[in-house]
Protein backbone atom coordinates (compact mmCIF):
# COMPACT_ATOMS: atom_id res chain seq x y z
CA UNK A 1 0.00 0.00 0.00
CA UNK A 2 1.41 3.47 -1.20
CA UNK A 3 1.96 6.07 1.77
CA UNK A 4 2.14 9.92 1.83
CA UNK A 5 6.19 9.05 2.43
CA UNK A 6 6.18 7.34 -0.51
CA UNK A 7 5.93 10.50 -2.92
CA UNK A 8 8.15 10.60 -5.85
CA UNK A 9 10.43 13.65 -6.94
CA UNK A 10 8.73 15.83 -9.17
CA UNK A 11 9.11 15.13 -12.66
CA UNK A 12 10.92 17.78 -14.75
CA UNK A 13 8.76 19.76 -16.33
CA UNK A 14 8.52 22.12 -19.89
CA UNK A 15 7.84 26.08 -19.19
CA UNK A 16 4.66 27.10 -18.98
CA UNK A 17 4.28 29.03 -22.38
CA UNK A 18 4.73 25.08 -23.94
CA UNK A 19 1.86 23.02 -23.31
CA UNK A 20 2.43 20.37 -20.72
CA UNK A 21 2.23 17.27 -21.39
CA UNK A 22 -0.89 14.89 -19.42
CA UNK A 23 1.77 13.20 -17.74
CA UNK A 24 3.07 16.64 -16.19
CA UNK A 25 0.03 18.31 -16.25
CA UNK A 26 -1.71 15.20 -13.75
CA UNK A 27 1.47 15.71 -11.59
CA UNK A 28 1.53 18.97 -11.14
CA UNK A 29 -2.60 19.05 -10.38
CA UNK A 30 -1.48 16.19 -8.15
CA UNK A 31 0.69 17.85 -5.98
CA UNK A 32 -0.94 21.48 -5.71
CA UNK A 33 -4.35 19.48 -4.66
CA UNK A 34 -2.15 17.15 -2.33
CA UNK A 35 -2.65 19.65 1.05
CA UNK A 36 -6.13 19.69 0.40
CA UNK A 37 -7.31 15.85 -0.21
CA UNK A 38 -8.60 13.84 2.31
CA UNK A 39 -6.49 11.27 3.55
CA UNK A 40 -7.78 8.19 0.97
CA UNK A 41 -7.51 11.06 -1.85
CA UNK A 42 -3.66 11.68 -0.74
CA UNK A 43 -3.28 7.98 -0.65
CA UNK A 44 -4.69 8.21 -4.33
CA UNK A 45 -2.66 10.60 -4.98
CA UNK A 46 0.41 9.47 -4.26
CA UNK A 47 -0.19 5.99 -6.01
CA UNK A 48 -0.78 8.09 -8.50
CA UNK A 49 1.90 9.92 -8.75
CA UNK A 50 4.35 6.71 -8.27
CA UNK A 51 2.59 4.91 -10.91
CA UNK A 52 2.00 7.97 -13.23
CA UNK A 53 3.74 6.22 -16.18
CA UNK A 54 1.61 3.22 -15.74
CA UNK A 55 -2.10 4.17 -14.99
CA UNK A 56 -3.34 3.83 -18.60
CA UNK A 57 -2.99 0.43 -17.89
CA UNK A 58 -4.84 0.28 -14.48
CA UNK A 59 -8.32 -0.38 -13.56
CA UNK A 60 -10.55 1.30 -11.45
CA UNK A 61 -10.36 -2.02 -9.20
CA UNK A 62 -6.39 -2.65 -9.56
CA UNK A 63 -6.07 1.13 -8.24
CA UNK A 64 -8.85 0.87 -5.67
CA UNK A 65 -7.05 -2.58 -4.21
CA UNK A 66 -3.81 -1.28 -4.37
CA UNK A 67 -4.37 1.62 -2.19
CA UNK A 68 -6.76 0.13 -0.07
CA UNK A 69 -10.03 1.72 -0.91
CA UNK A 70 -13.26 1.43 -3.18
CA UNK A 71 -13.53 1.21 -6.68
CA UNK A 72 -16.42 4.43 -5.91
CA UNK A 73 -14.00 6.32 -3.37
CA UNK A 74 -11.42 5.96 -7.18
CA UNK A 75 -14.26 6.99 -9.56
CA UNK A 76 -14.60 10.30 -6.98
CA UNK A 77 -11.49 10.80 -6.66
CA UNK A 78 -10.86 10.76 -10.34
CA UNK A 79 -13.63 13.31 -11.39
CA UNK A 80 -12.21 15.57 -8.49
CA UNK A 81 -9.35 16.16 -9.96
CA UNK A 82 -11.26 16.99 -13.22
CA UNK A 83 -11.76 13.98 -15.18
CA UNK A 84 -15.42 12.56 -16.24
CA UNK A 85 -14.04 8.86 -15.63
CA UNK A 86 -11.11 7.11 -15.57
CA UNK A 87 -11.42 6.28 -19.27
CA UNK A 88 -10.78 9.82 -20.24
CA UNK A 89 -8.03 9.95 -17.86
CA UNK A 90 -6.45 7.24 -19.73
CA UNK A 91 -7.31 8.88 -23.11
CA UNK A 92 -4.60 12.21 -21.33
CA UNK A 93 -2.19 9.91 -20.56
CA UNK A 94 -2.45 7.99 -23.93
CA UNK A 95 -1.97 11.11 -25.86
CA UNK A 96 1.20 11.51 -23.62
CA UNK A 97 2.56 8.76 -25.00
CA UNK A 98 1.48 8.96 -28.46
CA UNK A 99 3.64 12.04 -28.51
CA UNK A 100 7.02 10.48 -26.70
CA UNK A 101 6.70 8.18 -29.50
CA UNK A 102 6.79 10.48 -32.15
CA UNK A 103 9.39 12.38 -30.38
CA UNK A 104 11.78 9.30 -30.18
CA UNK A 105 10.61 8.55 -33.76
CA UNK A 106 11.66 12.35 -34.76
CA UNK A 107 15.38 11.57 -32.94
CA UNK A 108 15.54 8.09 -34.63
CA UNK A 109 15.23 10.04 -38.42
CA UNK A 110 18.63 11.62 -37.56
CA UNK A 111 20.42 8.44 -37.72
CA UNK A 112 19.23 7.27 -41.36
CA UNK A 113 21.66 5.00 -43.32
CA UNK A 114 24.03 7.27 -44.80
CA UNK A 115 27.87 6.96 -45.85
CA UNK A 116 30.30 5.00 -46.86
CA UNK A 117 29.47 2.23 -43.99
CA UNK A 118 25.30 2.16 -45.00
CA UNK A 119 25.65 -1.47 -45.64
CA UNK A 120 27.45 -2.39 -42.30
CA UNK A 121 24.93 -0.08 -40.56
CA UNK A 122 21.99 -2.03 -42.24
CA UNK A 123 23.50 -5.48 -41.20
CA UNK A 124 24.15 -4.30 -37.60
CA UNK A 125 20.54 -4.24 -35.77
CA UNK A 126 19.50 -7.85 -37.18
CA UNK A 127 22.67 -9.67 -35.00
CA UNK A 128 21.75 -6.75 -32.01
CA UNK A 129 18.70 -9.85 -30.33
CA UNK A 130 21.11 -12.81 -31.07
CA UNK A 131 23.79 -10.77 -29.25
CA UNK A 132 21.75 -9.48 -26.25
CA UNK A 133 20.49 -13.13 -26.19
CA UNK A 134 23.52 -14.61 -25.67
CA UNK A 135 24.80 -12.28 -23.08
CA UNK A 136 22.00 -12.94 -20.97
CA UNK A 137 22.32 -16.71 -21.32
CA UNK A 138 25.71 -15.82 -20.08
CA UNK A 139 24.25 -14.34 -16.71
CA UNK A 140 21.80 -17.27 -16.50
CA UNK A 141 24.58 -19.63 -16.92
CA UNK A 142 25.23 -21.97 -13.27
CA UNK A 143 29.17 -20.78 -12.17
CA UNK A 144 30.50 -24.21 -10.80
Do not use: W
Not at 14 to 28: F, I, Y
Not at 118 to 137: C, F, T
Request: positive net charge.
Amino acid sequence: METELDLPKMQHTEPMEKEQSGTAKLDVLLRDKLPAFSKAERRLATYFLNNINGLQFETGASIARAVGVSEMTVSRFIRTIGFDNLKRLKHSLRLDTVQRIEEVDDYMARFQLRGPRQKERRESPPLEPHALARAHSLTATPTS
